[in-house]
T-cell receptor, first 111, second 115 residues
Framework: KQEVTQIPAALSVPEGENLVLNCSFT??????LQWFRQDPGKGLTSLLL?????REQTSGRLNASLDKSSGRSTLYIAASQPGDSATYLC??????????FGQGTRLTINP | DAGVIQSPRHEVTEMGQEVTLRCKPI?????LFWYRQTMMRGLELLIY????????DSGMPEDRFSAKMPNASFSTLKIQPSEPRDSAVYFC?????????????FGEGSRLTVL
């Protein structure tokens, strides 16, 4: 059974710092891995989707990497801004089955 | 383009009452999902439809929960009778070619409080 873990559960950093959020999964037989952002009281917004054949995806200040062999993905946020404050969730997709979510990392960027 | 639309956004009800949550997926999407989110358990998949047909309902907690998708543009999640432990945020999500991409688009959620 696939399990997805995100550490730390919460992270607080000053504005302008570069930071890395971590996601690990137990079953490396995944089709892709997706990173979402969730603002308080809102739904999930898809940020990046990395196919299993890819090693990374970039969108603006965000870069997500995937290492299937080690069961890890990271989300790198460059030059963090207060507007980046949110909960970030990763989810592993194994095809024809459930998208398994981690518990999320609650990120706070302090001005 | 309109995203996934859910209603109501907030629902407060008393134990034993029937609750119906509604979802309109993104036009053209052929897969629809109902998730439940709580602090303790995170996001849990309740049920998944493909082309209006329920594919996986193993996450539905018990017989008090039922879901329908009468057509490609509408789905309901019903809880009858509701209990305080059903209090959570219920999300609907839709996808196009989910089996290929696994990419989901979420609604804003329905926050349910059962007193």
């Amino acid at each position: 059974k696939q399990e997805v873990t995100q550490i730390p559960a919460a992270l607080s950093v000053p504005e302008g710092e570069n930071l890395v959020l971590n996601c690990s999964f137990t079953d490396s037989a995944i089709y892709n891995l997706q990173w979402f952002r969730q603002d308080p009281g809102k739904g999930l917004t898809s940020l990046l989707l990395i196919q299993s054949s890819q090693r990374e995806q970039t969108s603006g200040r965000l870069n997500a990497s995937l290492d299937k062999s080690s069961g890890r993905s990271t989300l790198y946020i460059a030059a963090s801004q207060p507007g980046d404050s949110a909960t970030y969730l990763c989810a592993a997709f194994q095809g024809a089955q459930k998208l398994v979510f981690g518990q999320g990392t609650r990120l706070t960027i302090n001005p | 383009d309109a995203g996934v639309i859910q209603s109501p956004r907030h629902e407060v009800t008393e134990m034993g009452q029937e609750v119906t949550l509604r979802c309109k997926p993104i036009s053209g999407h052929n897969s629809l999902f109902w998730y439940r989110q709580t602090m303790m358990r995170g996001l849990e998949l309740l049920i998944y439809f493909n082309n209006n047909v329920p594919i996986d309902d193993s996450g539905m907690p018990e017989d008090r929960f039922s879901a329908k998708m009468p057509n490609a543009s509408f789905s309901t999640l019903k809880i009858q009778p509701s209990e305080p432990r059903d209090s959570a945020v219920y999300f609907c999500a839709s996808s196009f070619e989910y089996l290929s991409t696994g990419e989901l688009f979420f609604g804003e959620g329905s926050r349910l409080t059962v007193l």
